[in-house]
T-cell receptor, first 113, second 112 residues
């Protein structure tokens, strides 16, 4: 099975500052990759997904963007953070068209002050 | 799109008792139903999954049942232990490589 790495594990940023969260995948090629956000005590909100390099689909309009510069790298960014961007960000990977199973990374806790 | 509803939102059980979480889905084309367990501060972990050609699946103390006609599926945890305390999410998908639709989650607390 694949392994999902995320960093940093925690991040505290001021309002208006930029953001870059990174996700990398081991153990598979050409995975589908996903970014989710989880507010405190809430469920999983799908933000972006990607089926290949440079291919990004956005699920909700927001202050964030995603990029996939390499097959096993997925980046979540923002030019100017808002207070409402605080949350737990999770990256997930899926073995493309051959399987349904998604595996999650350990997450990044983002606090915007 | 697919809508997955999950009940209850919180569940408190005595250690050793059973816990049952139920989910319903709206899209009859859905055919893959995973369950995830999320411990505090960690990413969700897949604990069991079932596909629509199977009615029940067991893995030690955990079992999942699926009723395609009624479009609902359930997670059963027997002989609960304190380490079963976590948030559990159900999800549904309609084809390999497709995104998952998640339920809102159930917070399970096992009382010692």
């Amino acid at each position: 099975s694949q392994t999902i790495h995320q960093w940093p594990a925690t991040l505290v940023q001021p309002v208006g500052s930029p953001l870059s969260l990174e996700c990398t995948v081991e153990g598979t090629s050409n995975p589908n990759l996903y970014w989710y956000r989880q507010a405190a005590g809430r469920g999983l909100q799908l933000l972006f997904y990607s089926v290949g390099i440079g291919q990004i689909s956005s699920e909700v309009p927001q202050n964030l963007s995603a990029s996939r510069p390499q097959d096993r790298q997925f980046i979540l960014s923002s030019k100017k953070l808002l207070l409402s961007d605080s949350g737990f960000y999770l990256c997930a990977g899926q073995d493309g068209f051959s399987t349904d199973t998604q595996y999650f990374g350990p997450g990044t806790r983002l606090t915007v002050l | 799109g697919e809508n997955v509803e999950q009940h209850p939102s919180t569940l408190s059980v005595q250690e050793g008792d059973s816990a049952v979480i139920k989910c319903t889905y709206s899209d009859s084309a859905s055919n893959y139903f995973p369950w995830y367990k999320q411990e505090l501060g960690k990413g969700p972990q897949l604990i069991i999954d079932i596909r629509s050609n199977v009615g029940e699946k067991k893995d030690q103390r955990i079992a999942v049942t699926l009723n395609k006609t009624a479009k609902h599926f359930s997670l059963h945890i027997t002989e609960t232990q304190p380490e079963d305390s976590a948030v559990y999410f159900c999800a549904a998908s309609k084809k390999p490589g497709y995104k998952l639709s998640f339920g809102a989650g159930t917070t399970v607390t096992v009382r010692a």
